[in-house]
Each structure stands twice: as C-alpha cells, then as structure tokens.
T-cell receptor
C-alpha cells in the first residue's frame, strides 16, 4: 500500500527560479515528515524535516510546508541551482520510533542553467 | 559523508547463489536500519536493530533473508538462494543522534542473473 505518494515523476525548472516538489500521504497517523535528495550511485541524503506540530520549516534555500488537513507537504527550493538536480524523496513516519519510515517513489528534479 | 560505509558497492551473482552485504557505521549508533530500493521506487524498510537486537522485520524480509548485528556495531545482510526479484539497491542507515532523521550509506547494488 502506497501511503506516501509523489505523483510527479519529474520536474524541470530554470536556474534561479523556484522548484516546488509535492507529496501526499494517506495515513493520518504520520506525524514526522522528511525530504531526502539522492544523486546517482549514492544513498539518499537527508535534507530537511518537519513535525506535525508545525506547518513550515525553513533551512536556507529549502522550505517544507505541511498541510495536515489536506495530508499534503511540499518542498520549495529558492533559488534553484543546477547542483540541485537530483531525485527527491519525501518520507513519513509515526511517532518517535521511526523504524518503519515510508518513502514516496521520488521526483527527479532537473535545474537547467 | 554520512558516516556509513557499505561493502561491496556492487555485486553480480547467479540465481541460486548466496550473497552477504556489510554495513559499517563509523561511530556507535544505537539504531541501524536496512532498506531495499528498486528502480523507480523509494526505499522500502526491511529491518532494524537496536544495538545488537533485531527488533522489527518487514513482511518483505522473506525466510531467505537474514540480518545480524553481532556486537552492536557493524551489520550484515545475507540473502540465500538469490532470485532475480532480489535485484535491487540495498541501503543501510543509522539514526541521527539528536533527531528522527536517518543517514544512509551509499548502498550495495545487487544484480541477480
């Protein structure tokens, strides 16, 4: 069962513009959400996270927004840079013991110079 | 550098053979996780260890799979009688000291011919 969904397999944006990656989830018990970035031949790299008590978390060029009522989160990258080109995964877990973290299928972001 | 190394990085084996992968966290971490990632999908949870104790296994972990963490440091994942469907990237992760995020190693890519 796909509890975390990333419906856009790919996204292409121009350098300097905003990239918006979206993620939807179905399990209302999820209370911690993370974004990972993955380059080819490497493992996923942790990017940013948000707990369900917040609706926004910002770290430099990266901002994650959480809409609990819509069971939707998004990652904004501003400004986008060519080095941001990678596959982005959203993930979700229930509670502090995130041993069964669920991942979406990923969105491939391409930032064109 | 996430502080997690995995060996080997690539493994090609014939169907029916046994394979073993190793995960080495650089420093001590209580929790260690194994994931499997197939093409076009996000990582899927397989199992996790709290120190040397294997506390949870996914239904994806069939009887042909076994994982160990004998001294609470490095971990091994063995697949017996490999099948073509076992072809995937096998990822090891550790939990961050202060938060909920997990940090992944570079993975072992298994190809079963």
């Amino acid at each position: 069962d796909q509890q975390v969904k990333q419906n856009s397999p790919s996204l292409s944006v121009q350098e300097g513009r905003i990239s918006i990656l979206n993620c939807d989830y179905t399990n209302s018990m999820f209370d911690y959400f993370l974004w990972y970035k993955k380059y080819p031949a490497e493992g996923p790299t942790f990017l940013i996270s948000i707990s369900s008590i917040k609706d926004k978390n910002e770290d430099g060029r990266f901002t994650v927004f959480l809409n609990k009522s819509a069971k939707h989160l998004s990652l904004h990258i501003v400004p986008s840079q060519p080095g941001d080109s990678a596959v982005y995964f959203c993930a979700a877990s229930v509670g502090e013991n995130n041993n069964d973290m669920r991942f979406g299928a990923g969105t491939r972001l391409t930032v064109k110079p | 550098d996430t502080g997690v190394s995995q060996d080997p990085r690539h493994k090609i084996t014939k169907r029916g053979q046994n394979v073993t992968f190793r995960c080495d966290p650089i420093s001590e971490h209580n929790r260690l996780y194994w994931y499997r990632q197939t093409l076009g999908q996000g990582p899927e949870f397989l199992t996790y260890f709290q120190n040397e104790a294997q506390l949870e296994k996914s239904r994806l972990l069939s009887d042909r799979f076994s994982a160990e963490r004998p001294k609470g440091s490095f971990s091994t994942l063995e697949i017996q009688r490999t099948e073509q469907g076992d072809s995937a990237m096998y990822l090891c992760a550790i939990r961050g000291a202060g938060g909920y995020e997990q940090y992944f190693g570079p993975g072992t890519r298994l190809t079963v011919t």
